[in-house]
């Protein structure tokens, strides 16, 4: 039986390292992408610092959608890309999926901020939650121990 991360009366979450995804819908594609030092690559929006993703646009790959989504919102370009799993969303009684790789950096190029990203940063994990606040979260401590185990760090 999952036991689900409950983010509000109508919205809970758990993670499935490894779902494979085939019809369900999924409305997001995030990276937990690392530096050379393990570090990890993180964007801020408005006041709220994240792991760097978004929606997929019409036509586009999962693998598009994340390169894409990565290049925008943090200017970098990835290599090595590792299919890590999904986030299962149940909210007011509908399930979809939020799907998470990781990647190591291949480029990073001068910031701009022509998208919806103020700053970019790379952090070391044992710092991250200076920067995430819920990295400590139930879904969220799993999903960066998958990426940690891809990358044995």
């Not at 001068?110 to 700053?119: H, L, Q, R, V």
């Not at 994990?125 to 044995?152: C, H, M, P, R």
Request: hydrophobic share 35%.
């Amino acid at each position: 039986m999952k036991k689900y991360e409950e983010l509000s009366p109508d919205c809970k979450i758990w993670w499935d390292e490894g779902f494979i995804i085939t019809n369900e819908k999924y409305t997001q594609v995030s990276g937990y992408i690392f530096n050379e030092k393990n570090e990890l690559l993180v964007v801020k929006s408005g006041k709220t610092w994240t792991v760097p993703g978004g929606h997929p646009e019409a036509g586009e790959t999962q693998i598009q959608t994340l390169e894409r989504e990565i290049m925008e919102e943090a200017c970098v370009t990835i290599n090595n890309i590792k299919y890590l799993g999904a986030v299962e969303v149940v909210e007011n009684g509908e399930t979809y999926y939020q799907l998470r790789y990781t990647a190591k950096v291949d480029t990073v190029l001068p910031f701009k901020k022509e998208w919806e990203t103020s700053d970019r940063a790379f952090v070391s994990l044992e710092n991250l939650n200076d920067y995430i606040t819920w990295s400590n979260g139930i879904t969220f401590s799993k999903q960066i121990e998958s990426a940690k185990k891809v990358w044995s760090i």
